[in-house]
Nanobody, 121 residues
Framework: VQLQASGGGLVQAGGSLRLSCAAS????????MGWFRQPPGKEREFVAA????????YYADSVKGRFTISRDNAKNTVYLRMNSLKPEDTAVYYC???????????????WGQGTLVTVSS
């Protein structure tokens, strides 16, 4: 599966952004799409995930209530709507795909190229 992430940028604290991840390739090789982020100098961490088949969603505690993951089947695209952004949300955001849900980035074999989100205070 090929993944293309986009939508990052510079935003002030309290602002919003929407990230997109367009997927192509063999649909049966993945059922869950996840968003991860890697802050400067830190390890990659789980942000959110969604099931392609039943709409189950999963969130890291740090983004619950502020971020919303959704999908558009017709466009094979997953979105991450980020509201009430904080400076600590600054990171490179990646989308990834695998069959079973996991919060561990090491479990994902297919990754997009990443999109930078910078939140200024």
């Amino acid at each position: 599966v090929q993944l293309q992430a986009s939508g990052g940028g510079l935003v002030q604290a309290g602002g919003s952004l929407r990230l997109s991840c367009a997927a192509s390739g063999l649909a049966f090789s993945w059922n869950h799409m996840g968003w991860f982020r890697q802050p400067p100098g830190k390890e990659r961490e789980f942000v959110a995930a969604i099931s392609w088949s039943d709409d189950s969603t999963y969130y890291a505690d740090s983004v619950k209530g502020r971020f919303t993951i959704s999908r558009d089947n017709a466009k094979n695209t997953v979105y991450l709507r980020m509201n009430s952004l904080k400076p600590e949300d600054t990171a490179v955001y990646y989308c990834a795909a695998r069959w079973y849900y996991s919060m561990n980035p090491r479990d994902y074999g297919s990754w997009g190229q990443g999109t930078l989100v910078t939140v200024s205070s």
